[in-house]
């Protein structure tokens, strides 16, 4: 990783989302994207079963092109988070915006594109501070409220799609589904018993993780 500072420096914050890869039901790596993906070009050659890699904060599988030398593998991986960056309307601190004006605090905040009815504007251009302001102050009203719901169905749907993915023709699948998604922690962590630790303790990992970050 040393050899590449000033390129991995330029990169968008999605070529280091955190990943876990999976050779089989035994976990490999864990890490940065970039780092997952050098460790499984270091060994895919020695693996035995198929390698999977998941995006821990989705939970889906990432395709990686790992052909190629590694200059080549960090140029592809680059050019795929950036493309996703820009789908996605993401804008990071590397993106050409207009400079902020002298002592003017930066936010860490990203801009991506709302798409609102008029008499919408109209009103958010009447509240103070503006429109930006108001839609934070909406968002953080609404996750004070909802009671962590949101938070909950996404840690549901992040370790559903890595439990679909690896763990489909397991023993219990189907009633540690329909425990999680019942709420039912303790029933879900002993229908994966009898499952391969690494699955089971990913698992728990993804569930779990949403809720640790809401208390702190």
């Not at 395709?63 to 593998?73: M, P, Q, V, Y």
Request: aromatic content about 6%; glycine content about 6%.
């Amino acid at each position: 990783m040393g050899l590449y500072p000033a390129l991995i420096k330029a990169m968008s914050t999605n070529f280091s989302i955190p990943c876990t890869a999976f050779s089989g039901t035994r976990r490999i790596a864990t890490g940065a994207l970039i780092d997952v993906a050098l460790m499984i070009k270091a060994i895919e050659a020695e693996a035995q079963d198929p390698i999977l890699t998941f995006n821990d904060l989705s939970g889906a599988v990432i395709d990686l092109d790992l052909r190629g030398s590694t200059a080549e593998i960090v140029t592809r991986l680059t050019r795929a988070s950036d493309a996703e960056a820009l789908a996605s309307g993401h804008r990071n601190e590397n993106t050409h915006v207009p400079s902020r004006s002298r002592g003017r605090p930066k936010l860490g905040v990203i801009a991506r594109e709302v798409t609102l009815l008029p008499r919408h504007w109209e009103w958010l251009a009447k509240q103070p501070g503006g429109a930006s302001q108001a839609l934070r102050r909406i968002v953080d009203e609404a996750r004070r409220t909802d009671g962590g719901k949101a938070d909950r169905h996404a840690a549901h749907e992040r370790t559903y799609r890595f439990l679909s993915a690896l763990a489909g023709d397991l023993a219990g699948y189907e009633e540690a589904i329909r425990a999680l998604f019942a709420g039912d922690y303790e029933a879900f962590d002993s229908r994966m018993a009898t499952w391969p630790s690494d699955v089971r303790n990913h698992a728990m990992k993804l569930l779990k993780k949403p809720l640790t970050e809401e208390q702190q």
